[in-house]
């Protein structure tokens, strides 16, 4: 087998081991989710066409190793029985990742697996000048590192203050982590969330006994340029907090579009934004957003 072809393998998700003839296969796993019929299946090809061990990696996935060279293309079509996909590698959008979000955990603000499902269909495997990952936290706790993404997505609660309903115990005050909330000291006064501080946990909704910190809604928050690897650098916080799904998808779609437009081969997302400016990249956003409100 030539260079050529190792490449076109690894492509697709197959990539050569260390040992001649033997490779382990990437599995295409979108937000850690796989039904116990699915997993089944994977222990069955691991066992069947490799030496029945699978490593789960730190995007979520699972890669089923030592499966030799002609045992491949069974591998492929045996796991498609169980709507079990082969992963990507090389320069393209890879596999979205993302926590278990509002339906299990009880600190969730959006449904990252839902919408992880819904990115990953978008942007899958499109080619890109280099990798290009995304990752979706469902709130503020941040558990799937939002800012270590090329995008990253990151749940938010809007809090609102109702001054009528407020017995100024300060317990909001108490609780938030960023010192946004303000609340003046023996009623009669004006309270205020500082937006600019605010992260969107709603620790002080959940804290409030008098129902005067409210809910004024949820959306997401998005992260631009991050990276991990030899030379990690944390993305940048672009736009405001956005309000729909679709909303967010635009303007990944304009984020691959720039990095096409822009970026070097080999080169990650967030170098590019080193050399062109975050402020090129919101421009680009916001003349779309503009013309495709």
Known sequence: MNEADYKELKKGGMMRQKEAGLFSVRLHVVGGHLTTKQLRAIQEAADRFGRGTAHLTTRQGVEIPYVPTDSLAALKEFLSRFSVGVGVCGPTVRTVTACQGCRVCPSGAIDSPAFADAVDREFYGKPVPHKFKVGISG????????????????GFVQPRWSGDACTFCKICEAVCPTKAVRIPSGGGGVGAVDLSGCIGCGDCIEACPSGAMEEEGRGYQ???????????????????VLRTPEEVVAVIAAVVDFFRAHGKAKERFGDTLKRTGLPALETMIGERMVRNP
């Open 139 to 154: 709130c503020a706790n941040n558990c799937m590192k939002a800012e270590e993404n090329d995008v990253g997505i990151k």
């Open 222 to 240: 998005v992260f631009a340029g991050g990276k991990f690897g030899r030379i990690p650098s944390l993305g940048k916080k672009i736009l405001g």
